[in-house]
T-cell receptor, first 112, second 118 residues
């Protein structure tokens, strides 16, 4: 079992829909990252969370430390949101404190 | 443009060879991270340097090594290359050490180097 599980693996939506991507992890963490990778390959860091909720434009990320779960929401989705969204966690203790472990990503396609 | 540069963009080489990938972090960033992205393994953390010193090690093979120079640029050396080393190699930089301590430490990714081993 992977330490970081994302769901769904693939998601197709119509423009304007509300999108939710989920990330569950099995280890203690110090922080969780959401990344976006566009078809051309470039990676952008969207959020880093250690608790609560963060919002940037149409993107909202939440984390529940007790339940070891995070969600990424996209409101009013747009075709330009089409990308792979990757969840990554940073370890909490000792030498693993700075190591990032990645989920396999969620491929989002937003149709016009 | 993230401000992180990587060279070369593409590299094609043969098995058994050695290559060097280069990364220049954003101005002022002290941490450099190296990642490998392959089709079957996804993104994997290789190694992190902070201000010239190794900070964290991930799934980096013994055939691979890295260093960060006094001007903070970093190089990833891959030797005795195998077909399975074909992947996208990303470098990222951040201002701090990468730990939380209440500080947001966003990582800025470079465009990547696509390595093809034939």
């Amino acid at each position: 079992k992977n330490e970081v599980e994302q769901s769904p693996q693939n998601l197709t939506a119509q423009e304007g829909e509300f999108i939710t991507i989920n990330c569950s992890y099995s280890v203690g963490i110090s922080a969780l990252h959401w990344l976006q990778q566009h078809p051309g390959g470039g990676i952008v860091s969207l959020f880093m969370l250690s608790s609560g909720k963060k919002k940037h434009g149409r993107l909202i990320a939440t984390i529940n430390i007790q339940e070891k779960h995070s969600s990424l929401h996209i409101t009013a989705s747009h075709p330009r949101d089409s990308a792979v969204y990757i969840c990554a966690v940073r370890g909490r203790s000792g030498g693993s404190n700075y190591k990032l472990t990645f989920g396999k990503g969620t491929l989002l396609t937003v149709n016009p | 443009d993230s401000g992180v540069t990587q060279t070369p963009k593409h590299l094609i080489t043969a098995t058994g060879q050695r290559v060097t990938l280069r990364c220049s972090p954003r101005s002022g960033d002290l941490s450099v991270y190296w990642y490998q992205q392959s089709l079957d393994q996804g993104l994997q953390f290789l190694i992190q340097y902070y201000n010239g010193e190794e900070r964290a090690k991930g799934n980096i093979l013994e055939r691979f090594s890295a260093q960060q120079f006094p001007d903070l640029h970093s190089e990833l050396n891959l030797s005795s290359l195998e077909l399975g080393d074909s992947a996208l190699y990303f470098c990222a930089s951040s201002a701090g050490t990468g730990g939380t301590s209440g500080v947001t430490d966003t990582q800025y990714f470079g465009p990547g180097t696509r390595l093809t081993v034939l």
